[in-house]
Structure formats: structure tokens, C-alpha cells
T-cell receptor, first 114, second 115 residues
Framework: DQQVKQNSPSLSVQEGRISILNCDYT??????FLWYKKYPAEGPTFLIS?????DKNEDGRFTVFLNKSAKHLSLHIVPSQPGDSAVYFC?????????????FGTGTQLKVEL | NAGVMQNPRHLVRRRGQEARLRCSPM?????VYWYRQLPEEGLKFMVY????????ESGMPKERFSAEFPKEGPSILRIQQVVRGDSAAYFC?????????????FGPGTRLTVL
């Protein structure tokens, strides 16, 4: 059962334009969401996060939007740069008695073209 | 400040052998998470440890897999009697506190290939 879904395996955008990556979740207990970027042969790198008490969080070129009623979040990158080309993973966690394990989506491969 | 370190980066084992994967968390971090990424899939949680304690092993296969994080030294993920299905990338992450909302920082991973 895939609790975090990234339905677009790939996305191609032109340099300077906006990239929008989408993520849906099914578990209503999730209340903290993160985006990670991953280059080949490297580990995921944390990008940005959002708590369920917010509907938007912004950090430089990256903005994450959360729509709790739709169980949907998105990552906007503007302007997109060639160095943004990577796999982007959406992850979610729930408050538990111990730890902060993350549930990941399957990733979206972003390609930013010149 | 060194990041999360994992070794080896690549490991090849024959079926039936043992695999030992090591993870040194970031300095000052005492919480370690192990994740596994099978080909064409996302990362899947395996186990969460603090020093000398396993806190959550709900994602660990019941047999052949074990993990430890001793008082001194790195965290070790051990896979006994490896099978081809164990071939995957294994990532370790560390965090300073382990609380809800605490950011996890990932190592570069160990790519295990079982022949």
C-alpha cells in the first residue's frame, strides 16, 4: 500500500520556467511533510519541509504548498536551473511515540533543459 | 563538519554470505535511521536506533536482518545469508534529536549487489 504517491515519474521544464512537482498521500495521520532532492549515486538532500498547521512554506526558489483537505502537496521551483535536475522525493511523517520515520514517495525525475 | 558517512559505498556478496553495512552519523547526532531503496522504488524505512537501543524496527524483515548502534563506533546493519532480493541501495540518516519534525540528514548510501 503506497501511502505517499508521486504519480509523475518524470518532468521536463525549460531553464527559467517554473517546475511544479506533485505529491498525494492517503494516511490522514501524516502531519509533517518534506521534500528531498537526490542526485545519482548520492544520498537524498533535504530541501524544504512543512507542518500541517501551515499551508505554505517558502525558502528561496523553493515553495511547498499543502492542501490538507485534498491530501496533496506540491513543490514549486522558480526559476528552474539546470542544477535542479535530479530526482525529487516527497516524504511524510506522523507523530508517534518514538522516532520520526519517514514514508517516501517513488520520486519524480526533474530535467531542466537549457 | 563531516556529514553522515557510510561504508563501504559498494559491496558485492554471493548468495549465502553475510553483508555488514556501517554508518557514522553526523557529529553531535545520536539518532540513526536505516532505509532501503529497491530499484525503481522510493526509500523504505527499516529501523530507528539511538545509542545502544533499537527504538523502532517495524520496517525490518523478520529474518536475517539485524541492526545495532553501540555506545562507541558506527551503527551496523547486518544481513545474514544474503539473497538476490537483498540487492538494493541502503541509506543511513541521522538527526540530532529524533523528535517529530527533526530533519534527517542522509549518507551517500551503500549499494549492495548479491550475485
Amino acid at each position: 500500500d503506497q501511502q505517499v504517491k508521486q504519480n509523475s515519474p518524470s518532468l521536463s521544464v525549460q531553464e527559467g520556467r517554473i517546475s511544479i512537482l506533485n505529491c498525494d498521500y492517503t494516511n490522514s495521520m501524516f502531519d509533517y511533510f518534506l521534500w528531498y532532492k537526490k542526485y545519482p549515486a548520492e544520498g537524498p538532500t533535504f530541501l524544504i519541509s512543512i507542518s500541517s498547521i501551515k499551508d505554505k512554506n517558502e525558502d528561496g526558489r523553493f515553495t511547498v504548498f499543502l492542501n490538507k483537505s485534498a491530501k496533496h502537496l506540491s513543490l514549486h521551483i522558480v526559476p528552474s536551473q539546470p542544477g535542479d535536475s535530479a530526482v525529487y522525493f516527497c516524504a511524510a511523517s506522523a507523530v508517534t511515540g518514538g522516532g520520526n520515520k519517514l514514508t517516501f514517495g517513488t520520486g519524480t525525475q526533474l530535467k531542466v533543459e537549457l | 563538519n563531516a556529514g553522515v558517512m557510510q561504508n563501504p559505498r559498494h559491496l558485492v556478496r554471493r548468495r549465502g554470505q553475510e553483508a555488514r553495512l556501517r554508518c557514522s552519523p553526523m557529529k553531535g547526532h545520536s539518532h540513526v535511521y536505516w532505509y532501503r531503496q529497491l530499484p525503481e522504488e522510493g526509500l523504505k524505512f527499516m529501523v530507528y536506533l539511538q545509542k545502544e537501543n533499537i527504538i523502532d524496527e517495524s520496517g525490518m524483515p523478520k529474518e536475517r536482518f539485524s541492526a545495532e548502534f553501540p555506545k562507541e563506533g558506527p551503527s551496523i546493519l547486518r544481513i545474514q545469508q544474503v539473497v538476490r532480493g537483498d540487492s538494493a541501495a541502503y541509506f543511513c540518516a541521522s538527526s540530532p534529536q529524533g523528535f517529530y519534525g527533526d530533519t534527517q540528514y542522509f549518507g551517500p548510501g551503500t549499494r549492495l549487489t548479491v550475485l
